[in-house]
């Protein structure tokens, strides 16, 4: 329990009365004696001996370590995330180094070098930046969007996730749909969002709008956009599927405080499965994205054996859950 | 870029043509004659050197890793934490190690073990295990429970914050208050929320009661307790003061749902501050915990100079914040 008392693996084998390359193999696994075994954890245990996880990480030329590159966790979403990636790594015995970045390219760039030095075992990002350079021997994965063909990119199944919502609204009596979203304009697996909205829309017949704005722009430029579209007290759509939860959450309070009721006259549904407090009500009837898997799987990815081809791109079934905006 | 290119401190001063305790000097920040100085930076840049963090960390005995040990990131408020820690931690050059526990005392002290392999430059920790042992060379911070008089404690003022919120409802004309709680009944720096509450309520004679229910109880017994005092429609007090904004929101779902009117006939005030997706419209009127600065506060009281003494106990101010719960 004291740090100066420096215990090595010299003392266990004084201890043990074995060699140094006994105490080396029953420290890593490899069988010995039984008599040997024995004889070293008994020495273990009496010195306290801890394994030098630096050493050992000079000497594997990798740590426990695994890099989870997010743009923060107060987003409910990447706090899910983070939580579900950290349990999946504790339960093989690894370590969440976590770096948060408000999607700030330079500063996700910084954060990938580190990670030589860290000399960790793997990267999980979350990140929109266009130019991202992930060094060739670290093994990688992508939440979300396609970094290029070494990095697997793990996402939940977007398209089927639009098509789903769209005809949910439609199903449920919605004859003028809209999508909104703000997002990054880089291609990313989000996109798929609206191509399966659009194409369930289209193949019902059922007219539709979207509107899709930059990440940069406010929730007031979609305030904008729905205050026009208000005439004599009604929303010119009924249905609406809106990218993500948050912006579920934001145009439902915008029709509340307008006086437009959700959903006898407005059914809005959201994407990602947000919850408040993490396991309470859903903030909106949703999209539910498979997050726990999701980040067992990526774990699983970049722990696994590398000499394994990988799949470039894995995406996970997603599930419709009624959270009081829709009418079912 | 690449982690099979093993560029050393060697190849770095043969490459600059001065001696390996000038390489070393350079990259500790130790002052050598310009001419050197210049000519290892070129060498560095030039060869793509990066400080091996392992071997310093075995040379100065500690990383730049800093354990973080918290229940979960689900709840908004612990998410909040983990997040105002991590850039607290970058803005100092450290990351963050995360463990999440879900309070298991056994999963704590195991890493809590775990830091010494780690060979971290600091703990902070949120914990009600009552037996954790915290090694003794390792500086540690917890927040929210004191742990003993070596481990400074850091908490928002919860006296105050209890007396804030009772003052607040009688303020508001509540003239017959409740404070509920579920929570650890071990003793910690969350009870002073009562301690204040009923300080305030004595002070201005206004009768109250105070429900406090154990960790293992359910939100159903809460149910159960405000169900018997609901009479013809109403409930026995007007304001409510709850030791957790996650329980504010419960409450305020069954009133809601037992169409009793908040905050026309009850009033609720929270504790935390939390805010639907991190930063949206606060879940309830509520007493703010000033957690980027209690974020902050911690990562300097562990990375300060040990030599230092440090106070046992440090608790920064709250705030109310109105969030619909309560008439002003």
Redesign the interface.
């Known amino acids: 329990?004291?740090?100066?008392r420096k215990i090595t693996m010299k003392d266990v084998a004084r201890e043990a009365g074995v060699s140094l390359g006994t105490v080396s193999k029953v420290i890593n696994n490899i069988p010995v004696q039984q008599e040997y075994q024995l004889r070293v954890d008994a020495a273990v245990e009496k010195l306290g001996y801890?394994?030098?996880?630096?050493?050992k990480?000079?000497r594997m030329?990798k740590?426990s370590?695994v890099q989870v590159i997010l743009p923060?966790?107060?987003?409910?979403f990447f706090?899910?995330l983070?939580?579900c990636i950290?349990?999946a790594l504790?339960a093989r015995s690894y370590?969440?180094?976590?770096?948060?970045t408000e999607s700030d390219y330079d500063r996700e760039q910084a954060y990938i070098y580190?990670s030589?030095?860290?000399?960790v075992s793997g990267i999980i990002c979350l990140t929109y930046n266009p130019d991202l350079?992930i060094?060739?021997?670290?093994p990688a994965v992508s939440i979300d969007r396609n970094l290029g063909p070494d990095i697997t990119c793990v996402s939940s199944d977007n398209y089927a996730g639009g098509e789903m919502a769209a005809k949910k609204l439609i199903e449920n009596g919605c004859r003028h749909l809209a999508f909104i979203r703000i997002g990054s304009s880089l291609p990313n697996e989000t996109d798929k969002r609206k191509d399966g909205f659009v194409r369930a829309c289209t193949d019902a017949g059922i007219p539709f709008h979207c509107e899709c704005l930059n990440d940069s722009a406010s929730f007031s430029e979609i305030e904008s956009f729905l205050s026009a579209h208000i005439q004599h007290g009604k929303l010119d759509y009924d249905g609406i599927f809106c990218a993500t939860d948050?912006l579920a959450?934001?145009v439902l309070?915008f029709l509340t405080e307008n006086r437009i009721r959700v959903p006898k006259d407005v059914q809005i549904i959201g994407y990602d499965g947000?919850r408040?407090?993490?396991?309470?009500?859903l903030?909106c009837s949703t999209i539910v994205q498979p997050v726990e898997e999701m980040a067992r799987v990526s774990v699983n990815l970049i722990l696994s054996d590398s000499s394994q081809r990988i799949p470039y791109s894995i995406q996970l079934p997603v599930q419709f859950a009624s959270g009081g905006t829709t009418l079912f």
């Open positions: 329990m004291n740090e100066n801890h394994v030098n996880r630096y050493a990480a000079l030329n740590s370590f923060n966790l107060h987003n409910p706090a899910k983070a939580d950290c349990r504790a370590e969440m180094l976590l770096m948060l580190l030589e030095e860290q000399m350079v060094p060739s021997g670290i948050l959450y934001q309070a947000v408040h407090f993490g396991d309470q009500k903030v």
